[in-house]
């Protein structure tokens, strides 16, 4: 329903912006309806940009649902390679006796 609206909505706008770019060629006035072309292009790039925010945190809601939560961080410098972990050698070279 609301991407059939969407659809109509975006051929109106169309048809007055090709109604606008045909008056100007008749007119010569390559100026002629400039702030309605202005209103209709803000309104969609402000409709695009809401859109896209709504898009963006939905995602990031999904991920956050289905990413499990770390409760327990103490195995979190535990691996081979990680450079926090004391070995026996920088042990003492580094006063943690």
């Given at each position: 329903m ?25 007119t ?16 969609e ?7 896209t925010?709504?898009?963006e945190?939905t ?16 195995s979190?410098h ?11 050698h920088t042990?003492?070279s580094?006063?943690?006796?």
């Open positions: 609301a991407s059939e609206r969407l659809r109509v909505r975006l051929e109106q706008r169309e048809a007055v912006l090709r109604i606008l770019d045909r008056r100007r060629a008749q010569g006035d390559p100026n002629l309806g400039w702030g309605m072309e202005k209103k209709i292009l803000d309104l790039l402000a409709d695009l940009e809401t859109t925010g709504i898009q945190r995602e990031r809601t999904a991920i956050r649902s289905i990413r499990p939560m770390r409760t327990d961080t103490s979190r535990q691996g081979v390679n990680c450079p926090f972990q004391a070995t026996p042990r003492g580094l006063g943690l006796d």
